[in-house]
């Protein structure tokens, strides 16, 4: 960064006789220099990274560059602009926290959809959700299998250790973008049948909301930064936080869910409104 000072002074001590100095000042006089038109110093100083940043905002307010569009690679920034790498980088870094853009690890920078938001109180089917937005949703299945309750698990669902549950691992894609991974542990006993669930046809929400009605949620959101695992899976760049709401849910008076939704901070907001009576 440049500092630059409006005022800088100068004391010369200069020995020079009396009359040296007076034709030094003579000769000023007789030869002002033209006033010069005044920049202001932002303007000097304006980094070079902040111009990258312009044009790519510019260019998607005026509508050259549309959702889903890929943008300029470092490389191709460093080339157009004649920066370093590093200023490139810099740029792309934070047109994504501003929500301008996303970057998937290995694939590349893209104009951000619209920020998609989640409903915090009312239990939504996310599929039905993305479609509403004009999108195509996919989901990829990690894993859906049975086990016996471990010390952890048991206590997320406060049964005994040793209880059948299941436990799904689904990411939602939007656009071709994952938006959401979805962990979730079901007691057996309530949903016998989940594990045989093609969750690529149906989400779990939507084939648990059909066969055990839900009488209580319960909700929590918290900001983190990503382990690996999830990082790879969201195609998120190092450094990136996550927004992971839990979800608990019964039925028939017994708890019979526990889901972790986590979604990419930077593509992602959750939102809520409700009328307060009296």
């Not at 630059?4 to 000042?25: E, G």
């Not at 690890?105 to 937005?133: D, K, L, T």
Request: net charge positive; charged share 25%; glycine share 6%.
């Amino acid at each position: 960064m440049e500092f630059v000072s409006d005022n800088l002074y100068i004391r010369v001590m200069d020995s020079s006789p009396p009359l040296s100095r007076a034709k030094a000042r003579s000769t000023n006089a007789r030869a002002p220099e033209a006033p010069k038109e005044s920049v202001p110093a932002a303007d000097r100083s304006a980094p070079r990274y902040a111009a990258i940043k312009q044009s790519i905002a510019d260019a998607v307010r005026g509508g050259r560059l549309k959702p889903g569009a890929r943008v300029a690679s470092e490389a191709e920034l460093v080339e157009q602009f004649g920066v370093s790498r590093m200023t490139a980088n810099r740029a792309l870094r934070e047109l994504q926290a501003a929500g301008i853009i996303v970057r998937r690890a290995g694939v590349g920078s893209f104009i951000a959809e619209p920020r998609p938001i989640g409903q915090m109180i009312e239990i939504r089917n996310i599929a039905e959700e993305i479609r509403e937005r004009g999108h195509v949703y996919r989901a990829r299945v990690i894993q859906n299998v049975e086990e016996k309750a471990q010390a952890e698990t048991a206590a997320l669902l406060e049964v005994p250790l040793g209880t059948r549950l299941f436990h799904s691992i689904v990411v939602h894609h939007e656009a071709e973008f994952p938006l959401q991974i979805e962990e979730r542990f079901v007691l057996a006993s309530i949903a016998p049948r989940y594990g045989e669930v093609d969750f690529t046809q149906t989400t779990p929400n939507e084939y648990l909301t059909r066969i055990a009605p839900l009488e209580r949620v319960e909700h929590r959101v918290s900001a983190m930064m990503p382990d690996e695992r999830t990082r790879t899976m969201l195609g998120l760049e190092a450094g990136e936080p996550v927004l992971r709401m839990t979800r608990r849910t019964w039925s028939r008076s017994r708890l019979v869910s526990h889901a972790w939704l986590t979604h990419p901070g930077s593509r992602f907001e959750l939102s809520a409104a409700f009328s307060i009576d009296g």
